[in-house]
């Protein structure tokens, strides 16, 4: 039997195929179709080399709190998976017990040991990753047992607030009139024990990513003092073991024009978009001598022309002007394209943002390697 013989389709045919039709009303082409036998005489299984030539990683912004980048040529499977184990599987540092010595100020016990929770913590990168190990909770009905320093980060926050004698007559501002009247973050501190000072101290010291993070108000008599244990733990357990404050992915936005859009159409087309999107540029002489350009006799006015797609955040404004959208004549399409996914990721703080994309691939591929594993048991049996 002669071996079969697929036909390969034009790059723009394949370009085609990947843009999410984006209407006035609706959403066409949303799901990908480059899976065997969806297009006839297409050899459309998935090829490890062909992967390597497409996929492509662009950072667009890059810094220890933010980063912005491009995964293209991935399926958007794959870029949901990336997303949930940012949210969800990467490790982080956070306070889990709360020991309330004394509590005089407004807010409840369980109130302030919420607040406390859901405070980001940083700290050495060799003990938070190698040193410092998993808790093992107990289980219901079950003793908690008492935590070792190469699993529990001891913290204490102990705060009075009291009046300051060398405050002027009549002072309004209570944090001129009282000391201590805002209770910080930066107001914690931590207490090392066991080895903990070989991996946690001095720049590498348990401390809150943002050190001025109110966590409550207080007045003269009123005391906070707090003993606290923070532990390991990933946001599938708790939000408050996230490392990320959002992790997120659009596709990227095409915009087509498809007719010329000109002079105070140009105007009004671009401030259908956010600025930087679409620009206006003046048509020159030879765009107005060629026949059939549409800007015959337009020389020097002003036309619409797209600048950066991606900035668009695709509010369809532009579709709701008969100039631009008349059935039979329209001047713009906008669409997605489906395997271009641009990734928006804020650390907390304990990890770098793009550390945390890198340990996110590690996690997965870990995922695939157990996955593949069990297979072959299978097999075997």
């Not at 006015?301 to 709701?320: F, G, H, I, W, Y």
């Not at 631009?324 to 906008?334: C, I, M, P, Q, W």
Request: net charge neutral; charged share 30%; glycine share 6%.
């Amino acid at each position: 039997m002669a071996p079969a013989t697929y036909k390969t389709p034009s790059q723009a045919e394949v370009d085609r195929r990947k843009i999410v039709g984006v209407n006035a009303e609706t959403v066409t082409d949303v799901s990908s179709r480059d899976y065997p036998g969806n297009f006839p005489g297409e050899d459309n299984s998935w090829d490890k080399r062909k992967f390597n030539t497409t996929f492509d990683v662009q950072f667009h912004t890059l810094s220890d709190y933010d980063a912005t980048f491009s995964l293209i040529g991935l399926d958007a499977s794959v870029a949901n998976a990336f997303r949930r184990i940012l949210i969800a599987e990467i490790p982080s540092l956070a306070v889990e017990w709360v020991y309330v010595n004394n509590n005089t100020s407004i807010i409840q016990d369980e109130v302030l040991a919420a607040r406390l929770g859901l405070i980001p913590f940083k700290g050495g990168r060799e003990g938070l990753l190698k040193f410092l190990k998993w808790y093992k909770k107990p289980e219901e009905g079950e003793e908690r047992e008492n935590g070792m320093d190469w699993n529990t980060i001891a913290l204490e926050l102990k705060v009075e607030c009291t009046r300051n004698p060398d405050a002027a007559k009549g002072e309004k501002d209570p944090t001129k009139k009282y000391h201590n009247t805002h209770v910080y973050a930066k107001d914690i501190k931590f207490q090392p024990f066991g080895r903990q000072e070989q991996y946690f101290s001095g720049e590498d010291a348990i401390a809150p990513t943002n050190p001025d993070i109110l966590i409550a108000k207080l007045r003269p008599g009123q005391v906070i003092d707090i003993q606290m244990h923070a532990i390991k733990g990933i946001g599938s357990d708790h939000a408050k073991f996230s490392p990320v404050a959002t992790a997120s992915y659009r596709l990227l936005p095409t915009i087509d024009i498809l007719r010329p859009i000109i002079g105070k159409d140009a105007e009004k087309f671009c401030k259908c978009f956010p600025k930087g999107v679409i620009g206006l540029e003046p048509i020159t002489k030879k765009e107005a001598l060629q026949a059939g350009s549409g800007y015959e006799g337009h020389e020097g006015k002003m036309k619409a022309v797209v600048l950066d797609p991606m900035k668009d955040t695709v509010s369809r404004e532009c579709l709701r002007h008969d100039e631009f959208n008349k059935k039979g004549a329209e001047k713009v399409r906008l669409g997605r394209v489906r395997d271009h996914f641009i990734f928006s990721v804020e650390s907390v703080g304990q990890w770098k943002s793009d550390e945390l994309f890198l340990e996110s691939v590690a996690h997965l591929k870990a995922k695939a390697t157990s996955l593949r594993a069990m297979m072959s048991t299978i097999r075997e049996k």
